[in-house]
């Protein structure tokens, strides 16, 4: 089974600072890779889905790039309201693994 | 509006059984794919299960032969029926909704499961 690791655990940035977020495949997913939202306290929400396409109603300053084994999301000026854990998840096929998450918070 | 809305979460003894319910609206239950995903406290999302449209079910390693997922399209309602539950089962189960593939593209509110004594 693949397994889904995320880097950084965590970060700092300051308000309209570029944040990277990367999500590593053990094994090739093409591009059956989506990205997630958690703000504290509340439930999940879709951000990205195969690897680079945005959700309805997100906005542009999120996107998504990768294939196969490397992917990342980048949000390209930090807002207040991005204060959130960020979630990968694969889903070439079962199991539909989801990386550890990274923590961003304001610096 | 699409929503779901899961019901059934308890505080269960180790060992015990415990069904989930997902009560979808604003979409026809039949034509999606479904699924479980689960956050035990203060930790990431796992993947439980899903079941197509098909009816074809898929499970993590280590809930299967304990849980099983099953859907009443007649109803618009999707279940997980949870047995020989464990203290690691402990969590908020999310009902989830799958896009065109697995994505998910709507979540339920939770329904928090506790196992213990």
């Known amino acids: 089974d693949s397994q889904m690791t995320q880097s950084p655990s965590s970060l700092s940035a300051s308000v309209g600072d570029r944040v990277t977020i990367t999500c590593r495949a053990s094994?090739?997913?093409?591009?059956?890779l989506a990205w997630y939202q958690q703000k504290p306290g509340k439930v999940p929400n879709l951000l990205i889905y195969?690897?680079?396409t945005l959700q309805s109603g997100v906005p542009s300053r999120f996107s998504g790039s990768g294939s196969g084994t490397d992917f990342t999301l980048t949000i390209s000026s930090l807002q207040p309201e991005d204060v959130a854990i960020y979630y990968c998840?694969?889903?070439?096929?079962?199991?539909?693994?989801f990386g550890g998450g990274t923590k961003v918070e304001i610096k | 509006e699409v929503q779901l809305l899961e019901s059934g979460g308890d505080l269960v003894q180790p060992g015990g059984s415990l069904r989930l319910s997902c009560a979808a609206s604003?979409?026809?239950?039949?034509?999606?794919?479904m699924g479980w995903v689960r956050q035990a406290p203060g930790k990431g999302l796992e993947w439980v299960s899903d079941i197509n449209n098909r009816n074809t079910k898929t499970y993590v390693d280590s809930v299967k032969g304990r849980f099983t997922v099953s859907r009443d399209n007649s109803i618009n309602t999707l279940y997980l029926q949870m047995t020989s539950l464990r203290a690691e089962d402990t969590a908020v189960y999310y009902c989830?909704?799958?896009?065109?593939?697995?994505?998910?593209?709507?979540w339920g509110q939770g329904t928090l499961v506790t196992v213990s004594s």
């Open positions: 195969a690897a680079s």
């Open positions: 094994q090739g997913i093409s591009n059956f």
């Open positions: 989830v909704r799958a896009g065109s593939i697995s994505w998910y593209d709507c």
């Open positions: 998840q694969k889903y070439d096929g079962a199991p539909l693994t």
């Open positions: 604003g979409f026809p239950l039949s034509s999606y794919t």
